[in-house]
């Protein structure tokens, strides 16, 4: 089965059949710029029509100001590149090393699929450029994966040369140790299928797949190659060197769309492996746990299987089931819990249910139904990454409106955003709130642009959004927000390409126009309360796109578009502004002020502030103060433990909270049965009030829900493992294989519960050897783990949440 690769957000999906695991994140130092014809793009035409909801403030640039950002003003014209997309890699951290590669697109009866005809080298940020397809003897390079850059601060690139593989034994890379002053050429014995991956810590060591579907390695930084394994589908790094991929047994054809492959684990890099799961799906890993989609019966519905010990012991995961029409997406995760979505029966329903884990990846939480989750693959799940605990979403609502939602406590609560307090409700809006365009409407051309949201930006957050009662396609603006998505500010009008600069400090913006060039961008010093225009050339562009040097420490943008050469031709222009020389001040002591993340300034002082155990106050700029955080900026912190309540604890399985208030019920379809939950291969008499304490909280003394485990404990019988009993080792003449994990951040369902005691019983499902094999997934009726109901809670509420429409919060329980 052939695999793609879908990107969500900040997240990187490996779909598989119907289920979809978490593999890595965007990376974060390549973009790539395309240029279309005009009027031949799905992206549709400007439409901005009728009276604003808000008036965007703006001040004017002073001529002195001007002047001298013209005068640190850099625009480089690529004449006679006829290339049709630019990708930019940066090489290191603060090197200011940028690479661009030019490439085409050639006809369908042309040999080569695309091509590179140019490669471009920078080592001031973008202020310049430099033709250097010299130094790679004007070789051309893949269009798709043609260059990847070492992780960290390494020197390290690699270009994938783009031969024809019907008339060479191998493939050719071209490799650099020296951030693309020097290339040296490679001959491969395969042809790579694919970018080549560099290990996450060790450069050195590289790995890829190949068009005939060999795992290959090198461990010299691609001097020498040897193969691992064959029929290889996809591969992932675990903890530390191990290395876990999956491949078709011999002599088998679609075995991942019939569940018949193989999971496989090497430790030691690819000299030997162990077969440590049969008859699988897919797999994914993230934050520590291993998840594989199984079928545990011919016919039967697909469950998932998780490894928290790297693929020792697998245990079933407690969710709904998915039939052929279904499927799992594992939206995010970290080593205390996973956010899953599970798809809703039926066909094309373009919604389901996110669970939340406990914090073994094993027992889950409904958090929030009806999740729009688009037959293309798109999914709006957000992860705020400027302050810990938030998320942004979108629903389906029954009657085929979008609403968006926000969670401050890791999917605890989702409330509907608030309205900008600059912004005007449309006539006859019953329910006005925004709402927030997310991967749906970026990928339909909608807008140019995802949210944006970085970690050392504390606070921060830029979307484009409607205000009403639910989400429009017919006028996209940007807003704004401070405090992590709390309260939002109106601040440009229309679609904008944004980038955050100074660690948040400066925000810098360009008007997204189809058929209109541009010339001017936009920036402000105040987290977008109110921006400057500055017109940086004579000669307008039709935008392609900003960009920044990934880690929000610059002070310099680079616009990227194209515009008619002297022959009519379209020449590629980029244009870097630097802002260091006009925002010159250094910030002092003076310039920062200490914020309580999470503060409603209303509640209780002891308990203002407190998510998930603890309190965070950040040390920030303040908005009015134009100075500059500078690189050395690091976010500072001070944390303080809270007092326990109801709020740290999430409802136990088989229990809800009801709406409200804190208290957790058991659900009606548990009363009276017991909960036959699989663990560690031990049957135990357990008594629980509801309550289970969030996986990573901190909280300290105060409430403290009653639990009593009993004495008694029987054998479960048959092992609840999707893998057999004995741990299968081979050995290989290969190496190891490397690819980047993804550390995601995780949310966490935050389910508050009641104080309601029920007897329920525990029963373990110990693994009786080191590892387990998929050839033994029958299991006894007795014997079953316990079934998750993937029913609504009670009380009629709307798609099985209360919305609290007369409520401040706009709270959805």
């Given at each position: 089965?052939?695999?793609?690769?879908?990107?969500f957000?900040?997240?990187?999906?490996?779909v598989?059949?119907?289920?979809?695991?978490?593999?890595?994140?965007?990376?974060?130092r390549?973009v790539?710029?395309?240029?279309?014809?005009?009027?031949?793009?799905?992206?549709?035409?400007d439409t901005?029509?009728?009276?604003?909801?808000?008036?965007?403030?703006?001040?004017?640039?002073?001529?002195k100001?001007?002047?001298?950002?013209?005068?640190?003003?850099?625009?480089?014209?690529?004449?006679?590149?006829?290339?049709?997309?630019?990708?930019?890699?940066?090489?290191?951290?603060?090197?200011?090393?940028?690479?661009?590669l030019?490439?085409l697109?050639?006809?369908?009866d042309?040999?080569?699929?695309g091509?590179?005809?140019?490669?471009?080298?920078?080592?001031d940020?973008?202020?310049?450029f430099?033709?250097?397809s010299?130094?790679i003897?004007?070789?051309?390079?893949?269009?798709?994966?043609g260059?990847?850059?070492?992780?960290g601060?390494?020197?390290?690139?690699?270009?994938?040369?783009?031969?024809?593989?019907?008339?060479?034994?191998?493939?050719v890379?071209?490799?650099s140790?020296d951030?693309?002053?020097t290339?040296?050429?490679?001959?491969?014995p395969?042809?790579?299928?694919?970018?080549?991956?560099?290990h996450y810590?060790?450069?050195?060591?590289?790995?890829?797949?190949?068009?005939?579907?060999?795992?290959?390695l090198?461990?010299?930084?691609?001097n020498?190659?040897?193969?691992v394994h064959?029929?290889?589908?996809?591969?992932t790094?675990?903890?530390?060197?191990?290395?876990?991929?999956?491949s078709?047994?011999?002599?088998?054809?679609?075995?991942?769309?019939?569940?018949?492959l193989?999971?496989?684990?090497t430790?030691?890099?690819g000299?030997?492996?162990?077969?440590i799961?049969?008859?699988?799906?897919?797999?994914?890993?993230?934050?520590?746990?291993?998840f594989?989609?199984?079928?545990e019966?011919?016919?039967?519905p697909?469950v998932?299987?998780?490894s928290?010990?790297?693929?020792?012991?697998?245990?079933?995961?407690?969710?709904?089931?998915?039939?052929?029409?279904?499927?799992y997406s594992?939206?995010?995760?970290?080593?205390?819990?996973?956010?899953?979505?599970?798809?809703?029966?039926?066909?094309?329903t373009?919604?389901?249910?996110?669970?939340?884990?406990?914090?073994?990846?094993?027992?889950y939480?409904?958090?929030?139904?009806?999740?729009?989750?688009g037959?293309?693959?798109?999914?709006d799940?957000?992860?705020?990454?400027?302050?810990?605990g938030?998320?942004?979403?979108?629903?389906?609502?029954?009657?085929?409106?979008i609403?968006s939602?926000?969670?401050?406590?890791?999917?605890?609560?989702?409330?509907?955003?608030?309205?900008?307090?600059?912004?005007?409700?449309?006539?006859?809006?019953k329910?006005?709130?925004?709402?927030?365009?997310?991967?749906?409407?970026?990928?339909s051309?909608?807008?140019?642009?995802?949210?944006?949201?970085?970690?050392?930006?504390?606070?921060?957050?830029?979307?484009?959004?409607?205000?009403?009662?639910?989400i429009?396609?017919?006028r996209?603006d940007?807003?704004?927000?401070?405090?992590?998505?709390?309260?939002?500010?109106?601040?440009?009008?229309?679609?904008?390409?944004?980038?955050?600069?100074?660690?948040?400090?400066l925000?810098?913006?360009?008007?997204?126009?189809r058929?209109?060039?541009?010339?001017?961008?936009?920036?402000?010093?105040d987290?977008?309360?109110?921006?400057?225009?500055?017109?940086f050339t004579?000669?307008p562009?039709?935008l392609?796109?900003l960009?920044?040097?990934?880690g929000?420490k610059?002070?310099?943008?680079?616009?990227?578009g194209?515009r008619?050469?002297d022959?009519?031709?379209?020449?590629?222009?980029?244009?870097?502004?630097?802002?260091?020389?006009?925002?010159?001040?250094?910030?002092?002591?003076?310039?920062?002020?200490?914020?309580?993340?999470?503060?409603?300034?209303?509640?209780?002082?002891?308990?203002?502030?407190?998510?998930l155990?603890?309190?965070?106050?950040?040390r920030?700029?303040?908005?009015?103060?134009?100075?500059?955080n500078?690189?050395?900026?690091?976010?500072?912190?001070?944390?303080?433990?809270?007092?326990?309540?109801?709020?740290?604890?999430m409802?136990?399985?088989?229990f809800?909270r009801?709406?409200n208030?804190?208290?957790?019920?058991?659900?009606?379809?548990?009363?009276?049965?017991t909960?036959?939950i699989?663990s560690?291969?031990?049957?135990?008499?357990?008594q629980?009030?509801g309550?289970r304490?969030?996986?990573g909280?901190?909280?300290?003394?105060?409430?403290?829900?009653?639990?009593?485990?009993?004495a008694?404990k029987?054998?479960?019988?048959?092992?609840?493992?999707?893998?057999?009993s004995?741990?299968?080792?081979?050995?290989?003449?290969?190496?190891?294989?490397?690819?980047v994990?993804?550390?995601?951040v995780?949310v966490?369902?935050?389910?508050?519960?009641?104080?309601?005691i029920?007897?329920?019983?525990r029963i373990n499902?110990?693994?009786r050897?080191?590892?387990?094999?998929?050839?033994?997934?029958?299991?006894?009726?007795?014997?079953?783990?316990?079934s998750n109901?993937s029913?609504s809670?009670?009380?009629?509420?709307?798609?099985?949440?209360?919305?609290?429409?007369?409520s401040?919060?706009?709270?959805?329980?």
């Amino acid at each position: 089965m052939n695999w793609t690769l879908l990107m969500f957000g900040s997240v990187c999906l490996l779909v598989l059949g119907e289920d979809a695991f978490v593999q890595g994140k965007r990376n974060g130092r390549t973009v790539t710029f395309s240029r279309t014809e005009r009027g031949h793009s799905r992206r549709r035409r400007d439409t901005w029509s009728g009276q604003a909801l808000f008036t965007a403030c703006k001040s004017p640039l002073s001529p002195k100001d001007r002047e001298l950002l013209l005068s640190h003003t850099h625009e480089t014209g690529f004449h006679g590149d006829d290339g049709s997309s630019f990708t930019l890699t940066w090489v290191g951290d603060g090197t200011g090393v940028i690479l661009v590669l030019s490439t085409l697109s050639a006809a369908s009866d042309s040999f080569f699929e695309g091509g590179s005809t140019r490669l471009y080298r920078s080592e001031d940020y973008g202020k310049s450029f430099h033709d250097i397809s010299h130094a790679i003897n004007n070789t051309f390079i893949k269009k798709d994966f043609g260059i990847s850059a070492g992780p960290g601060n390494p020197q390290q690139v690699i270009l994938t040369a783009n031969l024809p593989f019907t008339e060479m034994a191998g493939g050719v890379i071209l490799t650099s140790m020296d951030a693309g002053v020097t290339f040296r050429s490679v001959q491969l014995p395969f042809h790579p299928s694919q970018a080549i991956q560099f290990h996450y810590q060790e450069p050195k060591y590289l790995v890829v797949i190949s068009i005939d579907d060999g795992l290959w390695l090198s461990q010299d930084f691609g001097n020498s190659w040897s193969e691992v394994h064959e029929g290889v589908h996809t591969f992932t790094w675990g903890s530390g060197i191990t290395l876990f991929f999956s491949s078709s047994p011999k002599g088998t054809v679609e075995a991942a769309r019939r569940g018949e492959l193989v999971l496989r684990r090497t430790q030691d890099y690819g000299k030997s492996f162990a077969t440590i799961a049969k008859n699988i799906f897919s797999f994914g890993y993230i934050g520590g746990f291993l998840f594989t989609s199984v079928m545990e019966k011919l016919g039967s519905p697909r469950v998932i299987y998780v490894s928290s010990d790297q693929g020792d012991h697998f245990k079933k995961a407690q969710l709904p089931s998915a039939t052929t029409e279904q499927f799992y997406s594992v939206l995010d995760g970290d080593e205390d819990m996973i956010f899953m979505h599970v798809d809703n029966p039926g066909e094309d329903t373009y919604f389901g249910t996110i669970y939340t884990s406990d914090d073994r990846g094993i027992l889950y939480s409904k958090s929030l139904e009806r999740h729009l989750f688009g037959g293309e693959g798109k999914s709006d799940f957000t992860n705020v990454t400027s302050l810990r605990g938030v998320y942004l979403t979108n629903v389906l609502e029954e009657d085929g409106r979008i609403r968006s939602v926000i969670s401050f406590d890791r999917g605890g609560r989702w409330r509907f955003l608030k309205k900008p307090d600059n912004v005007d409700c449309p006539e006859n809006s019953k329910r006005c709130n925004l709402h927030i365009h997310g991967e749906h409407s970026h990928f339909s051309g909608i807008t140019p642009m995802l949210p944006l949201s970085e970690p050392a930006a504390i606070g921060l957050v830029i979307a484009h959004g409607s205000v009403g009662d639910s989400i429009s396609s017919v006028r996209p603006d940007v807003y704004v927000s401070g405090d992590g998505g709390y309260s939002w500010w109106g601040t440009l009008r229309g679609p904008h390409h944004y980038s955050i600069l100074d660690s948040g400090g400066l925000i810098v913006a360009v008007e997204a126009h189809r058929d209109r060039q541009i010339s001017s961008v936009k920036f402000s010093t105040d987290e977008g309360q109110c921006w400057n225009t500055y017109n940086f050339t004579d000669h307008p562009i039709f935008l392609a796109g900003l960009a920044s040097e990934p880690g929000t420490k610059t002070m310099n943008i680079s616009i990227f578009g194209y515009r008619p050469d002297d022959d009519d031709q379209p020449m590629w222009v980029a244009v870097t502004i630097d802002f260091e020389h006009l925002i010159t001040r250094e910030c002092g002591e003076q310039d920062y002020v200490k914020w309580l993340a999470h503060s409603d300034y209303d509640s209780d002082p002891e308990t203002d502030g407190c998510l998930l155990g603890y309190k965070e106050t950040f040390r920030r700029m303040k908005k009015l103060s134009a100075c500059r955080n500078g690189r050395g900026y690091v976010v500072s912190r001070q944390q303080r433990p809270c007092l326990c309540t109801r709020q740290d604890f999430m409802c136990d399985y088989g229990f809800y909270r009801h709406e409200n208030t804190s208290e957790c019920l058991p659900q009606p379809d548990f009363l009276n049965q017991t909960q036959d939950i699989c663990s560690d291969g031990e049957l135990e008499d357990l008594q629980t009030s509801g309550y289970r304490k969030i996986p990573g909280d901190k909280c300290e003394g105060g409430f403290s829900p009653p639990r009593r485990n009993n004495a008694f404990k029987n054998n479960c019988g048959e092992d609840s493992s999707p893998t057999s009993s004995i741990l299968h080792t081979e050995r290989s003449p290969g190496i190891l294989v490397l690819i980047v994990a993804c550390t995601c951040v995780g949310v966490i369902g935050l389910v508050i519960t009641a104080a309601l005691i029920i007897t329920s019983r525990r029963i373990n499902c110990r693994q009786r050897s080191p590892a387990y094999r998929f050839s033994v997934l029958q299991l006894q009726e007795d014997d079953l783990c316990v079934s998750n109901s993937s029913e609504s809670s009670p009380n009629g509420k709307i798609n099985g949440f209360q919305v609290q429409e007369d409520s401040d919060d706009d709270l959805i329980e």
